[in-house]
């Protein structure tokens, strides 16, 4: 069994990741004072002419011997003199080393990277590059970057200095605290990158920037001139082409490709960020708008990410899948930043409730139009009112609205949810999720306005009426709409390039005669609720047959298309910076947008969770083991005082916690450092743990807590460290469950006997506590998915588990092969292959009575998930003579 995994991703146009360690410093770079410029003009002056200068005045010239000692000399007493004259001679050698650590700085400045290390010079090497990278910063000495921005655009540089001058230098000692800043009214409209945190290894720079969304490398210079001086959200400004940080955005030209322009708020939001659960630690936002894909995560459209994410999740239990693909992975980070999982379960909740009190007591439902959710309310909106509520909600406004008051949180069961035409089509001005229920129409319902951004919402409304929880009756037909998305539910999703045939089947199926839903409880007519979501214009006949089919009234039928229609009872409308308004509705709100580029994203996510291995083949066939930067073998691991643990619960164990709430933030930078031990500098931890932006003083409180709760050594150095180029690390005495997993299973595949090898996977598996970072908070870790992280562990954990499955059957222990089978179920609970091999041991052990049990176990675990044919055909062929239920 094998899983593509490569831990040295790089652009293609990239140097090797060791190369980039060697030339890339990621700290910020601040506007120097003029103080500052004149310290480093007459720092290097005094240092390197005046310093000889002195030392001659004084009367100390080079001790340049002119003569060849005798053995005399060396047998005589030293004096005064000869002390004096060490000490001129150690002066003048420190002088001469200084000014070779400057002369290979200016070159090396000039270049556009760093100089090689001056062997003994250390502290002076340090110096002479913040004295030269103050001069390179006032402009007296020249370096690439500079060259390639002055008036003579017309000179192009070679492709190697070119790379060169996009790598970010160590140039100022002291980086200022600067607040973080909101968004720059100057962006809304345009082409907006924001540069990326670096992923092993890899940089965001301006050259490649260039080339993927410019097509030419060369075009670097478009983007320096269109940023330059504009204030960044860390508060720096782009001052040189090579030193960019990640988390600033760019004004890009307008041809450039694969980017969506800055929508304007419809209004200023009073409400804090959804789906993240820092506001208090939480500096003000960088501009969320402007990452490489959607505005629409960026704006809050959590129950549209809640939705695709639980799709996702459905798809990993049955399996381990293989790696997305880079993009997929980032649009599965955004997903989990922005995904509101909390409201989802409370709209859920609520609509169950509804469902359950409405059948239980015979009553009519009532007639929903709207709702609005937030992370506390569940509203309904009427019409017409209805002022008695049912058990479990209060109607307000003469019956208007209804607000859910119960406090039963159970989920939908398949098949009853009352509202499934219910969609969100963005947030309102305070942060609020607004839906409309599509088939409260009667009708069509248009998206006029700019016709990409009307069939980015299309896209958004079918693939939320394909994946949210509470739409599970719904069968999603589309037209127009991007290639694949069907495979988000095969059963439930078809596309179409004849949009007049599909309403005639859906009008047969439906029948233009049939029962409207007025009054119907949550028993519905047919048990589905049919949308036809359409990018393509209506033709006079699709809008004659569709008002037949609905006639004005609530039907188990809706239609979203794009563009105004006449026949349309509902019309939305969509402007250029994404805002959509319902006149007749009264709603406003920043619409949820989806380009094809994002669900490609999220077709991707859900292929790869749904490819299944084949299960071990042999050694060769066996899932590679990265090198953990720290090894860290069975004795280091239980001797360990302090351990930071993701497999499974995030915990870091050996140190006393917080109490004042921040110990799940302060874990996750112990996780990030715990997993980066290379060294990481604050701002790219910033921009990895506070993906909504934080500000300068927020992120460094928060690393100093982290410092305190995590202690310090025998010698009394803090455990969290930080180097001299401002990078942070964790001491080698913290361990990671990780590194430790890794390293016991990596010694498994050279062990000489089987009997070792069981040893060892034993003691791996030993340390999983269950599903990598599990029960992480909405919007934490999105980090470790967007590199891959979650995935490689969840992979190697189950590899592991079918290995010891493997070797513990054919030394003829059933129940420890069942035991480390379960071990890798709490990682991937419906993995029918795991749970073949519990079959298999079952029967070994208690024959057909072992069978049945582990059968209806199975069975429980999958719930409504189909099982597997070669399961099937294992159960008849170890149970010939018994019927089990295998439904």
Same mark, same amino acid.
């Not at 506001?279 to 990452?291: E, I, P």
């Not at 004005?552 to 026949?567: F, I, L, N, Q, Y």
């Given at each position: ?10 652009? +293609?146009?990239?140097?090797? #990741? ?62 005064? $003199? ?45 110096? !002479? ?16 970057? *500079? ?43 345009? %082409? ?18 260039? $080339? ?14 269109? @940023? ?26 307008? +041809? ?78 955004? =997903?989990?930043?922005?995904?509101? *999982? ?18 239980? *007591? ?45 406090? +039963? ?35 069509? &319902? ?36 991007? /290639? ?10 078809? =596309? ?97 947008? =989806? ?93 990895? &743990? ?9 992120? +460094?409180? @928060?690393?100093?807590? !982290? ?43 050279? #062990? ?9 996977? %034993? ?9 990598? =970072? ?12 967007? $590199? ?21 059957? /054919? ?25 073949? /091999? ?5 029967? !070994?052990?208690?024959?057909? #009575?072992? &069978? ?8 429980? !675990? ?26």
């Amino acid at each position: 069994m094998g899983y593509p995994m490569d831990d040295n991703t790089t652009h +293609d146009n990239a140097p090797d #990741a060791s190369r980039f360690e060697r030339l890339v410093d990621d700290r910020p770079v601040h506007e120097p004072s003029p103080r500052e410029k004149a310290f480093s003009a007459v720092g290097l002056f005094a240092l390197v002419i005046g310093l000889p200068v002195v030392l001659l005045a004084l009367g100390a010239p080079p001790p340049i011997p002119t003569s060849v000692p005798s053995l005399g000399d060396f047998a005589r007493q030293l004096g005064v $003199e000869d002390l004096i004259a060490v000490l001129v001679a150690v002066v003048w050698l420190v002088w001469l080393l200084f000014l070779v650590c400057v002369v290979m700085e200016i070159v090396a400045a000039r270049r556009g990277g760093l100089a090689s290390r001056v062997p003994g010079a250390g502290p002076l090497q340090h110096l !002479a590059r913040i004295l030269v990278g103050g001069l390179l910063v006032t402009g007296l000495v020249a370096g690439p970057a *500079q060259a390639a921005t002055a008036a003579d655009a017309g000179a192009q540089p070679t492709v190697a200095a070119s790379v060169m001058a996009e790598q970010q230098l160590d140039l100022v000692e002291d980086v200022p605290e600067v607040p973080s800043v909101s968004t720059d009214d100057s962006m809304v409209g345009k %082409k907006v990158y924001t540069v990326q945190a670096p992923v092993n290894g890899y940089h965001d720079n301006l050259w490649d920037i260039a $080339e993927r969304h410019l097509g030419d490398g060369f075009r670097y210079k478009e983007i320096y001139e269109l @940023n330059k001086d504009r204030l960044q959200p860390d508060g720096g400004r782009l001052e040189l082409a090579r030193l960019i940080q990640p988390g600033w955005d760019f004004i890009m030209p307008e +041809d450039a490709s694969g980017l969506e322009r800055v929508a304007a708020p419809s209004a200023p939001s009073t409400a804090p960020p959804t789906g993240d659960a820092r506001g208090t630690d939480q500096g003000s936002a960088t501009v969320a708008d402007t990452a490489e894909t959607s505005t629409a995560w960026w704006t809050g459209a959590g129950l549209l990410a809640a939705g695709v994410l639980g799709v996702v999740a459905v798809a990993r239990r049955s399996g381990i899948g293989r790696r997305p693909d880079d993009d997929a992975l980032d649009t599965e980070a955004l =997903l989990r930043v922005a995904a509101s *999982q909390a409201r989802a379960e409370l709209l859920e909740a609520a609509l169950a409730q509804l469902a359950r009190v409405a059948e239980g *007591q015979g009553s009519a439902l009532p007639p929903v139009y709207s709702a609005t959710v937030d992370d506390e309310h569940v509203d309904l909106h009427l019409a017409p009112a209805t002022p008695e509520a049912l058990p479990g909600w209060e109607a307000h406004d003469g019956g208007e609205r209804w607000r859910y008051v119960a406090e +039963d949180r159970r989920e939908l069961e398949s098949g009853t949810s009352p509202y499934p035409a219910l969609v969100s089509l963005g947030l309102d001005d305070l942060g609020r999720d607004i839906l409309i229920d599509l088939e409260a129409a009667g009708g069509i &319902v248009s998206v006029g306005g700019d016709d990409a951004l009307a069939a980015q919402v299309t896209n958004a409304i079918a693939v939320q009426a394909a994946t949210s929880p509470w739409s599970g009756s719904m069968v999603v037909v589309g037209a127009g709409l991007p /290639d694949g998305l069907q495979s988000l539910d095969d059963e439930r999703v078809t =596309l179409t390039d004849d949009l007049a045939a599909v309403v005639d089947e859906v009008a047969h199926v439906v029948g233009s005669e049939g029962e409207p839903l007025v009054g119907r409880t949550s028993r519905r007519p047919l048990g589905s609720s049919y949308l036809i979501a359409s990018s393509y214009p209506l033709s006079e006949d699709v809008a004659a047959t569709m008002g037949r089919l609905t006639g004005g009234e609530r039907r188990a039928v809706s239609m979203v298309t794009v563009g105004d229609h006449p026949a349309a009872r509902w019309r939305l409308s969509i402007d250029e910076n994404g805002t959509l308004s319902a006149p007749q509705l009264g709603i406003t709100v920043s619409a949820h947008r =989806l380009s094809e580029r994002e669900v490609t994203g999220v077709l991707e996510l859900v292929a790869a969770a749904r490819e299944t291995d084949g299960g071990p083949g042999g050694d060769d066939d066996r899932l590679p083991v990265s090198e953990p930067a720290r090894r860290v073998d069975a004795a280091a691991w239980a001797a360990a005082q302090q351990r930071v643990m993701v497999l499974g619960a995030v915990e870091v164990a050996g140190a006393e916690g917080p109490t004042d709430g921040r110990s799940e933030l302060l874990a996750e930078i112990l996780s990030y450092l715990a997993l980066h031990p290379g060294g990481v500098h604050p701002t790219v931890l910033a921009g990895a &743990v506070w993906p909504r932006g934080v500000s300068a003083d927020v992120r +460094d409180a @928060n690393i100093e807590r !982290a410092r305190r709760w995590l202690g310090t050594d025998a010698q009394g150095a803090p455990m969290l460290g930080e180097d001299a180029e401002g990078r942070l690390s964790l001491a080698p005495e913290v361990v990671l469950d990780w590194d430790a997993f890794r390293t016991l299973v990596r010694d498994t595949r050279r #062990a000489s006997t089987m009997r070792d090898e069981i040893g060892g996977l %034993k003691r791996a598996l030993h340390i999983v506590r269950g599903m990598p =970072l599990r029960h992480a908070g909405p919007g934490t870790y999105a980090w470790a998915h967007r $590199e891959g992280t979650v995935h490689e562990m969840t992979a190697l954990i189950v590899d592991s588990a079918e290995r010891l499955v493997e070797l513990l059957g /054919d030394d003829g222990d059933p129940d420890g092969a069942v035991a480390a089978a379960e071990i890798g179920l709490r990682i991937a609970p419906t993995h029918q292959g795991l749970w073949r /091999d519990v079959i298999r041991q079952r029967h !070994a052990r208690d024959g057909a #009575a072992g &069978v049945a049990a582990a059968v209806t176990a199975l069975r429980r !675990a999958l719930g409504t998930e189909p099982m597997e044919a070669p399961t099937e055909e294992l159960i008849a062929e170890l149970s010939p003579d018994q019927h089990l239920d295998l439904a």
